[in-house]
């Protein structure tokens, strides 16, 4: 069976990923600057392409970088900025307690998660409220980067209850019934892009206060004011 580092370099190696990661890396940089954001914490950092290019300028002074599978932590602590303040953590992010099988599976190299088929792994859980208060992190002044397959929305919601919500919280979902979901949970947050025609969103990074936003297709990175 192919390997976890054989799963990653394929990842690593793919052109369209690699463009992507620096389009939108460059993009939260941008946003970043002007926002005067301190903190980046990446919740799902996998092989850290996306993190590699948020942090490439320091804009962050800080980062918290989190996944289940240790040796992407490993390849993800070789690509951060050294001026940047970085924080490993191994842990598998949940909203409640699971017990099937945490698995890294073959086919899509981006996500790992619970009952998937795949590599199986033995990693600790933690609950994402309590992880994020055990941070000390400012919340005005954080970009908080979500991407953990499957439970994305879970996360936003149990943030949004225990009021945990960040100045930009970056969140990975599958289409428009999700994008909908996530309207009617942070619509009075966050504000929310118009939908363009044939725009499909698969991430967007919603902003508080300054009513700015950041959207990501597959080919399409932009900040608006």
Not at 80 to 91: G, R, W
Not at 98 to 116: H, I, K, L
Not at 202 to 212: D, H, I, K, Q, T
């Amino acid at each position: 069976m192919i390997s976890i580092p054989a799963i990653q370099s394929r990842e690593e190696a793919n052109p369209k990923i690699i463009a992507r990661s620096r389009m939108e890396g460059g993009v939260i940089r941008d946003f970043a600057a002007r926002a005067q954001l301190s903190t980046y914490v990446d919740l799902g950092c996998w092989v850290g392409l996306l993190a590699e290019q948020a942090l490439q300028n320091g804009d962050f002074a800080r980062a918290v970088l989190v996944d289940a599978v240790p040796a992407c932590l490993e390849r993800t602590s070789g690509r951060i900025n050294a001026a940047v303040s970085a924080e490993l953590h191994n842990l598998a992010l949940v909203t409640a307690s699971e017990t099937r099988p945490f698995q890294v599976p073959v086919n899509d190299t981006s996500c790992a998660g619970f009952g998937q088929p795949g590599l199986p792994i033995e990693v600790q859980q933690r609950e994402v409220c309590a992880f994020l208060r055990s941070l000390d992190i400012d919340l005005a002044t954080t970009y908080l980067k979500v991407d953990l397959e499957g439970l994305d929305l879970a996360v936003a919601r149990a943030l949004r209850e225990a009021q945990l919500l960040p100045r930009v919280l970056h969140i990975e979902f599958g289409g428009g019934a999700e994008f909908d979901q996530l309207h009617a949970l942070l619509g009075g947050v966050y504000t929310f892009p118009a939908l363009r025609p044939g725009h499909v969103f698969y991430s967007m990074a919603l902003s508080r206060e300054r009513g700015v936003l950041i959207g990501f297709d597959p080919d399409v990175a932009y900040l608006e004011a």
